[in-house]
């Protein structure tokens, strides 16, 4: 029997407290925009979960929990590439993590992905009755009421952190004389460094490879101790996809003009594959084509003479890069520009999906930038 509908009529915290009251056993999939999650029962228990959102990949959490840096990422997708094996035994096969390392990291990757469904507001829901779990999922068995607890305490603790950092686009200054009196650990240091920088939240959250729950407290502590104050706010960002003129009226003619142009124009595809996503999330077709469309985008940035192997360099001074008018995202990318690097080694520890990361990056090389 399969329970559907959407997080607006349904709240999480009832969704999960009705299948531990029925001991359920099956899938409950999530869906929203491009994002697609899975959380897994056996028996009323929540035994493990999936997702496809980068953030929330093996390396991005063990760069969160500081169990590597970016380097022994690259340096462990180097290995994925040339001999294949899945990303926590490359990283055990080199000495970087024992195995316990990676079954603890993978045990939190899978509660932190469920606490996150707690911050959406929208998105919809299926649970798939007795349908077998992944053979290489790793179990883990959490009472439901333990994650609502938890879910709850997260909710209720963002809309408090909200009422000093409003929203992800705020900028923060440190305080006159804020080090003759307070001591602060290693991580709030860190996020000093991104606050003096004049980072936006959005991209200190990009930085530290860290939730916006997590960088939201920190920076609300900041404030609330008389560390720093917000100053203002970025601008809302700039359209980056291309123009789609005469966009069809209806989901099923979108489709249709999907179709038309994923050979021709693979990125104006795109943008109409998540515009369908927006307003259906669990759309099949589209959910079907979006791979498609990323691909094709993939291959023909690759067929530019953008080489995975080529090395960027910056074209364009630091000073001047603030005229620029980037984008979170872009700003992590080029703060990833070493003159060592090259495109594979930065997409391998970039917290985006492949096809979204080259987009950026062949923008910032016709923008003039960014070279090869």
């Known amino acids: 029997m399969a329970i559907q509908g959407t997080l607006k009529t349904m709240s999480l915290t009832d969704l999960l407290q009705f299948l531990a009251a029925g001991r359920k056993t099956g899938t409950l999939k999530f869906d929203f925009g491009k994002v697609t999650k899975q959380v897994y029962f056996k028996n009323g228990l929540i035994v493990g979960s999936k997702s496809n959102d980068?953030?929330?990949y093996l390396g991005q959490i063990l760069l969160h929990y500081g169990k590597l840096n970016e380097s022994q990422l690259q340096q462990a997708r180097e290995v994925q590439r040339t001999s294949g094996g899945k990303l926590g035994e490359?990283?055990?096969q080199l000495g970087i993590l024992t195995e316990s390392d990676v079954?603890?990291?993978l045990k939190t990757r899978t509660l932190d992905a469920i606490y996150d469904l707690f911050m959406w507001n929208e998105g919809q829901f299926e649970f798939y009755d007795?349908?077998?779990l992944p053979e290489d999922l790793i179990l883990i068995e959490v009472e439901p009421v333990t994650v609502i607890m938890e879910g709850i305490y997260r909710i209720d603790e963002l809309a408090r952190y909200r009422t000093l950092v409003p929203t992800d686009r705020c900028i923060l200054e440190l305080n006159s004389g804020w080090t003759a009196s307070l001591k602060l650990g290693k991580e709030f240091r860190q996020v000093l460094f991104f606050v003096e920088k004049k980072m936006s939240v959005a991209?200190?959250?990009y930085h530290m490879h860290a939730s916006a729950f997590h960088v939201y407290g920190q920076l609300y502590d900041l404030?609330?101790?008389?560390?720093?104050?917000?100053v203002g706010e970025v601008p809302e960002g700039t359209a980056t996809s291309p123009e789609v003129d005469d966009f069809p009226e209806s989901l099923t003619e979108m489709i249709w003009a999907v179709e038309r142009k994923l050979d021709e124009d693979p990125e104006a595809a795109l943008v109409m594959i998540q515009?369908?996503?927006e307003e259906d999330p669990k759309n099949a077709e589209a959910q079907k084509l979006l791979p498609q469309a990323e691909a094709k985008i993939i291959k023909h940035i690759y067929s530019t003479g953008i080489a995975p192997t080529a090395v960027p360099v910056l074209l364009v001074s630091p000073n001047a890069l603030t005229d620029q008018q980037l984008d979170a995202r872009e700003g992590f990318i080029l703060s990833r520009i070493n003159g060592s690097w090259d495109i594979q080694s930065i997409l391998s520890i970039c917290p985006f999906r492949e096809a979204d990361c080259l987009r950026m990056i062949k923008r910032l090389i016709d923008r003039k930038v960014i070279g090869l």
């Open 203 to 205: 991209e200190i959250c």
């Open 54 to 56: 980068p953030r929330e």
């Open 90 to 92: 490359v990283l055990v």
């Open 223 to 230: 404030i609330s101790k008389g560390v720093a104050h917000v």
């Open 103 to 105: 079954l603890d990291i």
């Open 275 to 277: 515009r369908v996503l």
């Open 130 to 132: 007795d349908e077998s």
